[in-house]
């Protein structure tokens, strides 16, 4: 018997640290916040546990602890005092957003980046304001006078809205600016309107592979965010494609995205691993609600250690190929990290 190849000499405590491929730091990670204008007091969200829609007065306080693990980069999701059609509180200058990020960047040297979307600010729950969808023939689909008439999201109304929001996020003092939507030239609409308002130096994240999915539920908790009726299946993509993420992708990329989002994170590691391969650009990955809510449930029966399959997950969504993490583990992986 041969044994000249033995890795499992490599595997021995002393040396396996000194050969491992992957590693995790807290820099690598971002911290999901949610602020709440409707209320005055913290408020536990049920379907994720460990955390809370803070409300504005006590924002910084909710940062500080997240800086304390040694995070120190912040995703901002608002739950606004009103809601419309068209989500018109997306983009006020006393809006839930601008006024969190105005209070954070005063009083820490937090990053913040600001997710930029309508679906917390639509009374309907789509991320944008809403048209009957036209047909092949430029008509427009009509459901009839037995049904109410199906309805998507206007795209190019919408791109305006978008850079409405994305400048007052800037004004606000956003570091950086994450469009979220899924609508077609988001990220050159989003580019223009900044560029036009001397926010130049404001870098996009783009969720530029953002996949229509089962795992986003506890978020739409979180954020009051859920569709009143139907999906986001016109906008959001088809989880059995991967070519068309490359598209998408590519699209945002000639646009002028910065940085280049995979949402969710663990079903499409193949994803991350394709856009790594593929461009130079920093790749992002959302390790969404119902990644976390699955094992905190697991945890919770027993089934799992969640420290353990936490900084698991992290690492693999890390070895795929991605530079930044965004997670609702951020604060207990980072405390566990090795100083």
């Known amino acids: 018997m041969d044994l000249t190849h033995r890795p499992r000499r490599l595997r021995q405590d002393r040396v396996r640290g000194l050969v491992s491929e992957t590693s995790l730091e807290p820099a690598d ?13 913290r408020v536990p969200i049920e379907t994720m546990p460990g955390h809370e829609r803070v409300p504005l007065r006590e924002v910084v306080d909710r940062v500080e602890e997240v800086r304390e693990t040694g995070v120190e980069a912040i995703m901002l999701f608002g739950i606004p005092e ?7 509180r997306a983009w006020a200058e006393d809006g839930v957003i601008q006024e969190a990020t105005r209070r954070i960047t005063a009083e820490t040297d937090t990053y913040v980046v600001t997710d930029v979307c309508l ?10 304001p809403l048209e009957e969808p036209l047909r092949g023939d430029g008509e427009r689909v009509d459901g009839g006078p037995a049904c109410e008439p199906t309805l998507t999201v206007d795209n190019d109304a919408t791109l305006e809205a978008l850079d409405r929001i994305a400048v007052s996020h800037a004004e606000a003092g956003a570091d950086m600016i994450a469009p979220s939507g899924m609508m077609d030239g988001m990220v050159g609409a989003i580019r223009e309107g900044l560029d036009r308002e001397g926010f130049e130096h404001v870098p996009i994240m783009s969720y530029a592979a953002k996949y229509q999915s089962a795992f986003y539920g506890p978020f739409r908790d979180a954020a009051d965010g859920a569709p009143a009726f139907g999906n986001r299946r016109h906008y959001q993509m088809d989880p059995a494609n991967a070519r068309e993420a490359m598209r998408e992708v590519r699209l945002d990329v000639e646009q002028g995205a910065d940085v280049l989002m995979v949402k969710p994170a663990l079903p499409y590691l193949d994803i991350v691993s394709d856009i790594r391969r593929e461009f130079d650009h920093p790749v992002a990955a959302y390790n969404v609600s119902g990644e976390y809510a699955m094992l905190h449930a697991a945890a919770e029966k027993g089934w799992l250690d969640l420290e353990e399959v936490a900084l698991e997950s992290l690492l693999s969504i890390k070895r795929a190929g991605a530079d930044l993490i965004l997670t609702y583990f951020a604060e207990d992986v980072a405390e566990s990290l090795p100083a």
Do not use: M, R
């Not at 990670?29 to 007091?41: H, K, R």
């Not at 679906?119 to 944008?128: F, I, K």
């Open 29 to 41: 990670l971002i911290a999901p916040v949610f602020v709440d204008a409707t209320t005055e007091e």
């Open 82 to 88: 009103s809601k419309d059609p068209d989500g018109t």
């Open 119 to 128: 679906c917390e600010y639509t009374d309907h729950g789509h991320c944008g």
